[in-house]
């Protein structure tokens, strides 16, 4: 396809367990970020990743959190022992490159449920 | 700590009227960005402003950088039902990460 593709689309999973979301991103571009977002807010900033420079982890929440993004191109986003906190909607986007005035192109989303 | 602040947070008006959303920040932003999203779906990129004072206009929507680029407004002209969503504004910051605002629900009745 054409656009931002994340996967699952649908997560629910026990407290404790580890999850993976993935995020395939527009083929060529080199910019990448993970975002969550609870029910009709703001998007919280987790990680960006631009080529080859090292990730930046700012906004990862706790060493829980971790992601990594092979080949420059497909990226997972790890959260081991999940809590119910973790319950949200993880967005992926990708940008042709880190330069700040171009659009970021932004996946639907995996929703995240921990019972 | 919230960099970007909307206003207002939720937004219900008749089919016709005019409204302006808010993005305030106390922070310098190098480029402004304005995103709507629907329910389910990612947020898409409506405007992108650089320049402090600049202004954008696409179709009824009107876009404002302030002049010393901490904050920005979305205008919307005779609002119609297909406007409904949420609005997000994002400001980046050298480095390029983006922070996003608390976003703005802006519902529009027939």
């Known amino acids: 396809g054409a656009g931002v593709s994340q996967s699952p689309s649908n997560k629910v999973t026990e407290k404790g367990k580890d999850v993976e979301l993935r995020c395939d991103p527009i083929?060529?571009?080199?910019?990448l970020y993970w975002y969550r977002q609870s029910l009709g807010q703001g998007l919280e900033f987790l990680i960006y990743f631009q080529g080859n420079s090292a990730p930046d982890k700012s906004g990862l929440p706790s060493d829980r959190f971790s992601a990594e993004r092979t080949g420059g191109s497909v990226s997972t986003l790890t959260i081991q022992r999940t809590q119910q906190e973790d319950s949200a909607v993880y967005l992926c986007a990708s940008s042709p490159s880190g330069y700040s005035n171009q659009p970021q192109h932004f996946g639907d989303g995996t929703r995240l449920s921990i019972l | 700590t919230q960099l970007l602040e909307q206003s207002p947070q939720f937004l219900s008006i008749q089919e016709g009227e005019n409204l302006t959303v808010y993005c305030n920040s106390s922070?310098?932003?190098?480029?402004l960005q304005w995103y709507r999203q629907e329910p389910g779906e990612g947020p898409v990129l409506l405007v992108t402003?650089?320049?402090?004072?600049e202004v954008k206009k696409l179709k009824r929507l009107t876009f404002q950088f302030g002049d010393a680029r901490k904050d920005s407004s979305l205008h919307i002209t005779a609002a119609q039902p297909g406007d409904t969503g949420l609005y997000l504004c994002a400001g980046s910051i050298p480095g390029n990460q983006f922070y996003f605002g608390t976003g703005t629900s802006l519902t529009v009745i027939p």
């Open positions: 922070s310098v932003f190098s480029s």
């Open positions: 402003v650089v320049t402090g004072g």
């Open positions: 083929s060529g571009h080199t910019a």
